[in-house]
C-alpha cells in the first residue's frame, strides 16, 4: 500500500512539475520590445513596432504605398494603371498563437507568429507617381481602415516575410483643383499583402 502511495505522490508531483514549467513557458511567449526595420512589396515601408502587452503590439510606419486603379466610362473605355502614393500607418497587432508555438518548441524571435490587425492608415495627397497621368481619385486624402489576418516570419537574424489579407473601408475626402470639386467617395478595399524586409 506503501508504494502504491508513494507512486501516485511521485505522479502528481511529476505532473505539478510539468504544468508549472509550462505556465513559466506560457509567461516567456511575448511579442519583442522592439523592432525597427525595412519591408518591400507592392511599395516600400519604414517601420517601428513595440510591445504593448505579452501578445499585443503596436505597429508604426512610413513609406510608399503601391496600388493599381482602374476606371471605366459610360461608354466602355476603360483605364487604369500602377501607383505610389506617400502613407503612414498605425496597426496594432495581436499575435495570437505564441503560447502555442513555444509548447511546440517554435521560435518566436522577431514576433515570429500569425496575427489579426487592424490596419489603420492615411494616405495624404502630398504626390502621386504613377504610369497614367488619370489618377485623379487617388491624388486627395484618403483613410482606409482595414480588419487583417496575417503571418509573419523572420528568415535568420536579421530578414523577415509577412504575407496577409483583410477586406475594409476607404474614404477618400472631398478635393477641389482648378475649380472642379471632387466628391467624397467611400468604397470597400481589399488589402493582399506580400513583403520582405530586413529589421535591425
Known sequence: MKNKLLGVALIALLCAGKVNAQEKEEQKASVEKEIIGIQAGLGVWGYYEFKMANQLALRTEAGLNGGIWVKSSFYGDTEGGLLLTPIVRAEPRWYYNLN???????????????????????????????????????KRPIL???PTWGIRRTLGKHFDYETGIGLGYSHAFEYTKIGFTYKAQDAAVLNLRFRIGYHF
Open 100 to 138: 502555442r508555438r513555444v509548447r511546440k518548441g517554435k521560435d518566436i524571435k522577431g514576433n515570429r507568429a500569425n496575427y489579426l490587425s487592424l490596419d489603420t492608415s492615411f494616405a495624404p495627397d502630398w504626390f502621386v507617381v504613377s504610369t497614367n497621368n488619370d489618377y485623379k481619385f487617388y
Open 144 to 146: 482606409s481602415i482595414i
